[in-house]
């Protein structure tokens, strides 16, 4: 199963909304989880099921979506959530991750 | 609390073999499986496959077939990696991650440099 993401990067002020997409080749039936990585760091999950919440992750972070569409808001940008975000399918074998989403402060 | 501890970075000539340690803790260690994923400098996250941590065995995407292996020290919560014949292109960062049955990865190792480089 092939993941798209879009955009490839993207800056936001800070408090302002954002929100960043993937497209998955066939229906995943929600089965897409969402990353956040910092330089040097491993990836930290932020939403799983497409839409449920990982203990610890601030609410301005929500995922949604199904079938093949699916997208990650982050309600008001703030300074600690630059870096890349991607998305993964978890249905079929081999799990495929998307090519990643580089935020930044504007 | 549940933790992976990686080893550390490693430094390798083209042709000669690495392993690569993952150590689990805080969490029973035969109840998840592990699976690895391979990041090249400034690229996005590889999938390379996963073991089963119960019985041990090893499934490796098709990228990773030949000179990845994959294996255990149960007794020691430990999953390891092992890459042969080292390669240029296989400078990058290899993470653990423990898989939940929910299909998403809840817990990463700090990951491990492998530079080939001669």
């Known amino acids: 199963i092939q993941v798209t993401q879009s955009p490839t990067s993207l800056s936001a002020s800070l408090g302002e909304t954002v929100t960043i997409q993937c497209r998955a080749s066939e229906d995943i039936y929600s089965g897409l989880a969402w990353y956040q990585q910092k330089p040097g760091k491993s990836p930290q999950l932020l939403i799983y099921g497409a839409s449920s919440l990982q203990d610890g992750v601030p609410s301005r972070f929500s995922g949604s979506g199904s079938g093949t569409q699916y997208s990650l808001k982050i309600s008001s940008m703030q300074t600690e959530d630059e870096g890349v975000y991607f998305c993964?399918?978890?249905?079929?074998?081999?799990?495929?991750f998307g090519s990643g989403t580089k935020l930044e402060i504007k | 609390q549940i933790q992976l501890v990686q080893s550390g970075p490693e430094l390798k000539k083209p042709g000669e073999s690495v392993k690569i340690s993952c150590k689990a803790s805080?969490?029973?260690?035969?109840?998840?499986?592990m699976h690895w994923v391979k990041q090249a400098p400034g690229k996005g996250l590889k999938w390379m496959g996963w073991?089963?941590?119960?019985?041990?065995?090893?499934t490796y995407a098709d990228d990773f077939k030949g000179r990845f292996v994959f294996s255990l020290e149960a007794s020691a919560s430990t999953a390891n990696l092992q890459i042969s014949n080292l390669k240029n292109e296989d400078t990058a960062t290899y993470f653990c991650?423990?898989?939940?049955?929910?299909?998403?990865?809840?817990?990463w190792g700090q990951g491990v440099m492998v530079t080939v480089s001669s």
């Open positions: 805080g969490y029973t260690f035969t109840d998840y499986a």
């Open positions: 993964q399918q978890g249905l079929k074998y081999p799990l495929t």
């Open positions: 073991i089963n941590t119960y019985t041990g065995k090893p």
């Open positions: 991650a423990r898989y939940n049955s929910g299909y998403y990865f809840d817990y």
